[in-house]
């Protein structure tokens, strides 16, 4: 199994809170990606990294930022958490852009 | 507006069909990907194609780029039920420094 891991793989929040997800690798790999899965989307994709400090917004990246300040590690930050943000999130990681991406198993966030 | 337009979103068929699973998209792409996911879990990979006109076969799976690299096409022979899960096709555009996904087909194969 690639070494990617999410943290944490639970959370429950409250409205208005910031949250941060975490998601650290051991591959070296240059390109990181966050994506939240929701019933009848699939993945999308909210923010991605091309390396480090190089970061980029996805198609749905409102309401969310992030850091690589070290090729290991790509946070995800909700700003202030909504209700509408409760999903899955996947972070994942890929050597190249086309290349394989193999992702971490999830983090299930709740905003009450 | 989804880039990739998979179909069907949900499909559930009897032991022993046959069925196909398609990924769409005005755009081109550099090479196109399969996923499959179970429950908590994350996607795997389970091909990529990568050359217009492409065919992969993985055991009663055959996989297909189209032509013009805009499309991709899942084929399973004889469904088992194992074969039951999430499937999601993915790509990445030419020159883009992404990955995006297709919103996904949700396969049950009863027995």
């Known amino acids: 199994d690639a070494g990617i891991t999410q943290s944490p793989r639970h959370k429950v929040t409250e409205t208005g809170t910031p949250v941060t997800l975490r998601c650290h690798q051991t591959?070296?790999?240059?390109?990181m990606y966050w994506y939240r899965q929701d019933p009848g989307h699939g993945l999308r994709l909210i923010h991605y990294s091309y390396g480090v400090k190089d970061t980029d917004k996805g198609e749905v990246s409102d309401g969310y930022s992030v850091s690589r300040s070290k090729t290991e590690d790509f946070l995800l930050t909700l700003e202030s958490a909504t209700s509408s943000q409760t999903s899955v999130y996947f972070c994942?990681?890929?050597?190249?852009?086309?290349?394989?991406?193999?992702f971490g198993q999830g983090t299930r966030l709740t905003v009450v | 507006t989804q880039l990739l337009e998979q179909s069907p979103q949900f499909l559930s068929i009897q032991e022993g069909e046959n069925l196909t699973v398609y990924c769409n998209s005005s755009?081109?792409?550099?090479?196109l990907q399969w996923y499959r996911q179970e429950p908590g879990e994350g996607p795997v990979l389970l091909v990529t194609?990568?050359?217009?006109?492409e065919v992969k076969k993985l055991k009663r799976l055959t996989f297909q780029f189209g032509d013009a690299r805009k499309d991709s096409s899942l084929h399973i022979t004889a469904a088992q039920p194992g074969d039951t899960g999430l499937y999601l096709c993915a790509g990445a555009l030419q020159g883009a420094q992404k990955l995006v996904f297709g919103q996904g087909t949700r396969l049950t194969i009863n027995p």
């Open positions: 994942a990681i890929s050597f190249r852009q086309d290349s394989e991406a193999f």
């Open positions: 194609v990568v050359t217009g006109g």
């Open positions: 591959e070296n790999h240059r390109y």
């Open positions: 755009s081109v792409f550099s090479s």
